[in-house]
Structure formats: structure tokens, C-alpha cells
């Protein structure tokens, strides 16, 4: 994990410091909220239905034991006991006083975390895949890129005043688990001719009110180049990008307006001019970043997973978990395991303060010390041995944190919804709740398999609705909560955004509509199929049978 | 309204020259980019020191091929969200070489004046009760910069590079 | 029947005006607003006490009362009345 050295201590710390004076400059009037907001914003806190909303970055979703422990000492002393994973691996927690912030951020950055540009018309954290450095399929560690361009971006004098948001991910790996597609800019790894890495860069995709997959704006960008050729992309969207309507600035929609060659067109006149300037990352730099995500000691193991196959074939309830939730390791005898924070009656992504600590004491046991956050508001701990698998899962149990539900209809993405958050038109926390109790019988999920349902408060799209397998969009009609629901979305390699399924549905019936699209898909699938593979293959119009019916029924909203 | 040129507190030599106002006989005068496209002639007569103030939706190459004969751009700053002429002014500095004087004009405050030095504004128009007060306080604001501009400020990776 | 809810600038949390302007914690305790000219009244006072950087966005909600106990309308005022729905608080966890 990158280890902060005295520049980036010094230039956290000089951040809490300014940001202590402007919260005392506002306490005092001497700045108007108008003029705070955009400060307040850039340091992560938001004013939200009941209190202000502190979000945390934890960059490229790699937290050490160290920042866990920290983060159930935050929840518990300036919040109220749990902090909430969010979609862009980040936590958040909806309790903190304005007054205490600077103080919260001064202990975070004593185990160097920030909350610096969570928010705000900026560069945001820099997301990639919860894998990164493990799996089996990786081409470089995306996480070194991260870091660089975390660097980079971190208090940018000429881009902290964008037209709006800015959001960057990076994959390392073919199997897109960071969802680049759906990214301001999104980087994928892959390589040339030669066997040398090379970026593949993505521009203009994003979700919300306008949903859009991104272009590919370069094909091919070495490493080297990645700095100057994000800040040529950045300097043309902070001319051009529209300020004059809050639902037309983001970077998705100046793309389209003027295509993307034309986009491609200014970003390389010019990129030409300052690529072999001062942003050229010399090698050493890239290398100096490099060692800091070296893959720890591992022991020399054998693959036990033959063994692990006899004990599975008499615990049923282990097997299912291993099938679920534990993946392969690019390591010899070693495991990657993820821990869904996704059950009935859990808030999706939420987490107390104990079992923070309790994660973090079995990250230290088990796994080396490391946790990771994936997109999905999930836990992964990326280095435990197989032969500790049994071991570890008994102890998940005992937290309850040992659901096998990864990828599955229960493992909902899942945002605030009205229940927090002032954006919101909808409460999406009771309608995953809902469809939990619905499918609490573990092996109907396992038949089912992969079926990723992704749930919005709002067109906002926080909860990732467009690209969920099965979307749900709440919206208010006529004062009225109802939902709207897509089929058909996808965030990995093969992006898709869903396709609306009809009118939208009041609560009560959101449980009995993805019951009738689960049958219908279990009716339908031919072989192996995933609920997405089926839905490509045959159309939407079953499944809108299936849930409203055919025309001469009765209509539901 | 008080001017901040180079840390220091100074007058300001140059008038604002409205589009339909006469210029006056003598003296510094900044113009919009329309008025200098249409009395360019008589500006550079006057043999005096003239500027151009741009709109926030006025990039500087509609002026990059004057550039030698601008004492001042004065960059316009309509809210402080609008944050276009920090782009501006890198352009202007880096890519134009612009050795002129570069001001920060309209909502300029406290709280971005560090950014601005950064990227190249020597000059702010500044509305405080104690602007020089307010200047220090923001030039001190940080001491570690990873960014590289034109302001000759070593980044952290410069002083990294260094130390090994 | 009308109150003012406003958000307290210090610590964020959900406010109501009360009689004499003030500010308090609950919705039992705030005042519900009879007249145009209390309306008016203390929707001055609300805006003072933005001035004053006390609160922050103060305005008018429609409230009912149900079995004696006052209740914001507004699905969304109701929340911020009475706390999320979903009581994170309440979680699965450990005994």
C-alpha cells in the first residue's frame, strides 16, 4: 500500500489547517454559505437531510487494518456508530457536526486518509478494481496509475473549478470490475504488439439524469504520457464544458454535443504541444510508486483446493460460500474472499463500528493486514490462505458476515435513497429490504446465479441503476413513491445501460416484479446462461409480459 | 476595491474604458475584446499602456496573436465557480509566453487566491477589509505543490527526484 | 397548519422556530404557525438567524396532527423529523 512520504504528510496536514479556518470563517459570517460551499464540498461534507454528510475518500478502495480501526473510532466518536460504503469505494457517514470536521479530518490524516475532492466540481477519488495486485488476470497493478494520478489531481490549481463532478477509473485487468465505462475518463490496461502495457482511454460515459457509455478517445497511451494527456482531456472539458445548466456540465454531454472526433481533435492539439513537457512521468517515479504495491511475502503453498473440495462436499454451507464468495488467487495455495455487507435487514453497504474493528482484526489474522472496497459497497480481503478459508469463514459467521450472496440478487447495490440524502425523490433502502426477505432461501439464489440489481433514489444514479442487471430508478409521481425498473444493464468490459421495463411500480409491487423476472429468466435460459446472457438473447418483451402483464390486464400505475 | 500586484498593495494606473465611452487623452486603459478589435488603431496610437479584459467565455487565443502589445489581460472571474481563467491564464503564460501583467478581476476572494497565483495571475483585484492580510494568508497556505505550472514552484516529485 | 424547519449551521441537525424564535430540536417544540402575520413574522426571524450564521435554509412545511402528535406532510420532512426509515442503528450485529 502507498505509504505517505513528508510531502504528502505536510500537504494533508496544510489542508486540515486551511480547512479549519474556513469552517471558523464561516462560523463567524465573515465567508456566506454561498461562498463556504463549494470549500466545505471540496473537503468531502455535504448538508443533507439530517445532518451533515462526511465522505471519506479511501483511494482505489485499498484501506489497511491501521484506516479501519480508525474508521470505527470516527463512527463511534463523531457519529453514530456505522459508516455506509458507497459505489465509488469511499464511506460515508451522516452524522458529523460541522464543527467537529476539522478535527475528524486531523485524525484521519494521521493514518493518512483524506477526505480531500470526495466532492465538489474536482477530480474525484480515483476508483479502480477491488482485485488490483491479486488476480489471476491482470496485466499491471492499476493501482500504481491510481496513486499518479491521485497525485496528480489532489488540490489541481487549474481544475478545481470545473463545470461539475469529475470521475476517473482504472482496470487493470480485461474483466472490467471498476466499471470504467461508465467513468468521465476511464483507463484500461492491455497490451500492444510488443507485450509492453498500454492505456486504452475512455471518455464522456457517466450515469444520471443522461446515461451514456463512454468513447474510446485514444486507443493506445503509454504510461508515460498518462499525466499530459489526462490534463489536455481536462483543460478542453474545463473550457468547453457547459456552466449554464447544472444537468448539462458534465463532461458526457459537451462529448456528444460535438462528437468525439472533434472532442479527440482539440484534447491532441493540445496534448501535441505539452506531452514532452514537465507531466512526462519519468520511469522512476512510476517504479518509486511501483515498490510501494510490491505483493507482500507470500509462503510457498501448495493448491489444497482438492482438499477443500472434501470438506465442501460435507458442509453444504461452506460450499456455498466458497462457491460464492471466495475467488482465485494469483498465488499458489492462496485465496481472495469477499465479505457483502448485504443481507436481510443490513442497509446495503452499511457497517457498525464493531464489526469495523472485527474486519479489521481479521484482516490482520488472516489476510496480511489489507481490506479492500469494491464498487459494489463490499469488503474483500485479498490474501488468505486457503488452508485458513474454513477458519476465517467460521469466524464471518459468528459477525454474521458471512452471507454467499456476491453477484447475486441479494447483493444489491444500493444508495441512501430518501432516508439520508437531500437529492433524493425515493426511499431505496426499504425496497432492498424488501426484495431481501423475498429471497432469503439461499439456494434459489444460488440457482439463480449472477443477477446484479442496482437500486437508485434518484436520476442522480448513485446506486448505479443504468447498469445494473435489473435497475431501479425511484421517482415521484404526483407525490407518490414509485419505481421505475430497467433490465439489461451492465458495468464490466461488455458495457450496456438497461432498458426501461415500463411504468413505474409502487413498493409493494417491486418484490412481485423481480420474482416474475426471475422465473421468467429460469423458464427461459438455455444451459449456463446469466440472467443478462438470457435477456440479450430474447428481448425485454417476456419479461414485460411476465411483470405487467399482457395489454388487456390491468395497468399498475 | 483594492489592487494586489506582485504581493504588494499598489494603485492602479489603468482605467476601465467602457465599449461606447471616448478614450481619455492620456493614460492607462483597459478595454473589452470587442472595443479593441474596433478602435485597435487609435489604442495603439495613444502610446500608452493598454489591456484587455476577457469574458470568462473568451478564450485567449481570440487575442494570442497581440499579445506583445497587452500591458494587462485582466482575466474576469463572474462567480467564483466559473473556473475557465485558470485555464486562461496557463494558456497565456505557458503557451503564449505572456510576460505581461496577469489580473484576477470580479469574484475574486480569499479562498482561491492560491490557485490563482499558481497558475500564473501576478495581479487581483480584491475586495476585503484587509486584502494584504488576506493575500498572505492564502500565499501560505501551502508549502507542497505536485502539479507542475509555469510558476517555477519544484513539485514534489522534483524535490523527490532530488533527495534520491 | 404550517412550521418552519430549518437545518442548525454548527452541527447540521433538524431544526423547528418556536414562539420566540428560537430554535429547537424537536417538532414537538417548535411553533405551528396560525396567521400570515406569524408567517411573515418569523419567517423574518429565520432570515435573521441565517444572517446571524445560525441556521441555514429555513422554510415553510405543512404539518398534520395524528393521534396528538405533529406530523410534516412531506414524506421527505417527515424523514428529517423523525430519522431514517430504515434505522441503521438497528443492524444485525453482533450480541
Known amino acids: ?557 | 476595491m483594492a489592487l494586489i500586484k506582485d504581493g504588494k498593495l499598489v494603485d492602479d494606473v489603468f482605467v476601465y474604458v467602457g465599449d461606447d465611452v471616448t478614450l481619455p487623452a492620456d493614460g492607462a486603459v483597459i478595454v473589452n475584446l470587442e472595443r479593441w478589435q474596433s478602435s485597435r488603431e487609435e489604442l495603439l496610437q495613444r502610446n500608452e499602456p493598454v489591456g484587455i479584459r476577457l469574458r470568462s467565455d473568451q478564450p485567449p487565443d481570440l487575442i494570442g496573436a497581440c499579445l506583445k502589445k497587452l500591458a494587462v489581460v485582466a482575466l474576469e472571474f463572474p462567480a467564483f465557480r466559473d473556473g475557465r481563467a485558470y485555464s486562461y491564464a496557463r494558456l497565456l503564460r505557458e503557451k503564449y509566453d505572456y510576460r505581461g501583467e496577469l489580473r484576477a478581476v470580479g469574484d475574486v476572494l480569499l479562498e482561491q487566491l492560491h490557485f490563482m497565483v499558481r497558475t500564473g495571475i501576478d495581479a487581483f483585484e480584491i475586495h476585503s477589509e484587509d486584502p494584504i492580510g488576506d493575500f498572505e494568508i492564502a500565499a501560505a497556505d501551502f508549502s507542497v505543490w505536485y502539479q507542475p505550472t509555469a510558476d517555477g514552484r519544484r513539485t514534489a516529485l522534483e524535490l523527490r527526484r532530488q533527495r534520491s | ?95
Open chain 1, 1 to 557: 500500500m502507498y505509504r505517505y512520504d513528508e510531502f504528502d504528510q505536510t500537504l494533508v496536514a496544510e489542508r486540515v489547517e486551511q480547512f479549519r479556518r474556513q469552517v471558523q470563517r464561516r462560523l463567524t459570517g465573515e465567508i456566506s454559505e454561498d461562498q463556504f460551499k463549494p470549500l466545505r464540498l471540496m473537503n468531502g461534507l455535504y448538508m443533507q437531510l439530517h445532518a451533515y454528510m462526511l465522505r471519506v475518500n479511501v483511494p482505489y478502495g485499498s484501506l489497511s487494518s491501521e484506516q479501519m480501526h480508525k474508521f470505527a473510532h470516527i463512527a463511534r466518536t463523531y457519529d453514530k456508530g456505522f459508516g455506509h460504503f458507497t459505489t465509488r469505494q469511499n464511506i460515508q457517514y451522516n452524522w458529523v457536526k460541522l464543527e467537529d470536521a476539522p478535527d475528524l479530518l486531523r485524525e484521519l490524516a494521521d493514518v493518512e486518509v483524506t477526505a480531500i475532492q470526495s466532492s465538489g466540481n474536482c477530480v474525484r477519488n480515483i476508483t479502480s478494481d477491488q482485485y488490483a495486485g491479486r488476480g489471476g488476470d491482470e496485466i499491471e497493478d492499476p493501482r500504481i496509475y491510481c496513486e499518479l494520478l491521485r497525485q496528480y489531481t489532489v488540490l489541481h490549481p487549474e481544475f478545481s473549478y470545473l463545470p461539475r463532478k469529475f470521475k476517473i477509473a482504472v482496470t487493470g485487468a480485461p474483466k472490467d470490475r471498476a466499471a470504467v465505462a461508465v467513468h468521465d475518463i476511464g483507463l484500461r490496461m492491455h497490451l500492444n504488439d510488443a507485450g509492453q502495457m498500454r492505456f486504452e482511454v475512455l471518455v464522456g460515459g457517466g450515469q444520471g439524469r443522461t446515461p451514456f457509455i463512454a468513447h474510446t478517445i485514444r486507443e493506445s497511451l503509454e504510461p508515460e504520457h498518462l499525466l499530459s494527456y489526462v490534463e489536455a482531456i481536462l483543460r478542453v472539458y474545463n473550457i468547453h464544458g457547459r456552466r449554464d445548466n447544472i444537468n448539462k456540465a458534465r463532461i458526457k454531454i459537451i462529448v456528444n454535443q460535438m462528437g468525439i472526433e472533434r472532442y479527440r481533435e482539440l484534447v491532441d492539439e493540445e496534448w501535441e504541444r505539452i506531452k514532452d513537457g514537465s507531466l512526462k512521468v519519468p520511469q522512476e517515479e512510476i517504479d518509486r510508486i511501483n515498490a510501494y504495491f510490491a505483493s507482500p511475502e507470500y509462503e510457498v503453498l501448495e493448491d489444497i483446493s482438492e482438499e477443500l473440495d472434501a470438506v465442501r462436499k460435507i458442509d453444504e454451507e461452506f460450499d456455498r460460500w466458497m462457491k460464492s464468495n471466495v475467488v482465485a488467487h494469483k498465488v499458489s495455495g492462496y485465496s481472495i474472499v469477499n465479505i457483502t455487507l448485504k443481507a436481510p435487514g443490513r442497509v446495503p453497504g452499511d457497517i457498525n463500528a464493531d464489526d469495523m474493528d472485527a474486519v479489521a482484526d481479521l484482516a490482520d489474522q488472516y489476510s496480511l493486514g489489507e481490506i479492500r472496497i469494491s464498487h459494489r459497497q463490499n469488503l474483500t480481503l485479498v490474501d488468505v490462505k486457503q488452508q485458513a478459508l474454513h477458519s476465517l469463514w467460521q469466524e464471518l459467521k459468528l459477525l454474521e458476515l458471512a452471507t454467499p450472496n456476491l453477484g447475486q440478487i441479494t447483493d444489491i447495490i444500493c444508495c441512501p435513497g430518501l432516508d439520508y440524502c437531500g437529492l433524493a425523490n425515493a426511499r431505496s433502502i426499504p425496497v432492498a429490504d424488501d426484495i431481501n426477505q423475498h429471497f432469503v432461501d439461499v439456494d434459489r439464489l444460488a440457482l439463480v446465479g449472477d443477477l446484479t440489481i442496482n437500486i437508485s433514489g434518484c436520476m442522480n444514479a448513485c446506486g448505479h441503476h443504468h447498469v445494473g442487471n435489473i435497475g431501479i430508478l425511484g421517482v415521484d409521481k404526483r407525490g407518490k413513491e414509485f419505481f421505475q425498473l430497467t433490465l439489461g444493464g451492465s458495468s464490466d468490459e461488455h458495457a450496456s445501460l438497461g432498458d426501461r421495463l415500463g411504468p413505474g411500480l409502487p413498493q409493494a409491487d417491486v418484490p412481485i416484479a423481480i420474482e416474475a423476472i426471475v422465473d421468467q429468466y429460469l423458464q427461459d435460459r438455455q444451459e449456463d446462461e446469466r440472467f443478462l446472457d438470457t435477456y440479450r438473447r430474447i428481448g425485454i418483451e417476456p419479461f414485460k409480459k411476465a411483470v405487467y402483464g399482457t395489454p388487456e390486464s390491468k395497468d399498475v400505475a
Open chain 3, 1 to 95: 397548519m404550517q412550521m418552519i424547519i430549518a437545518s442548525r449551521l454548527d452541527d447540521g441537525r433538524v431544526v423547528f422556530i418556536d414562539a420566540a424564535a428560537a430554535w429547537a430540536d424537536s417538532i414537538e417544540d417548535g411553533v405551528v404557525l396560525e396567521s400570515q402575520a406569524e408567517i411573515d413574522r418569523l419567517m423574518g426571524e429565520a432570515t435573521q438567524a441565517v444572517e446571524d450564521c445560525v441556521i441555514v435554509e429555513p422554510y415553510l412545511i405543512e404539518v398534520v396532527v395524528e393521534n396528538g402528535a405533529r406530523r410534516p406532510v412531506e414524506a421527505r420532512e417527515a424523514i428529517r423529523a423523525f430519522g431514517p426509515s430504515a434505522r441503521t442503528d438497528q443492524l444485525i450485529g453482533r450480541e
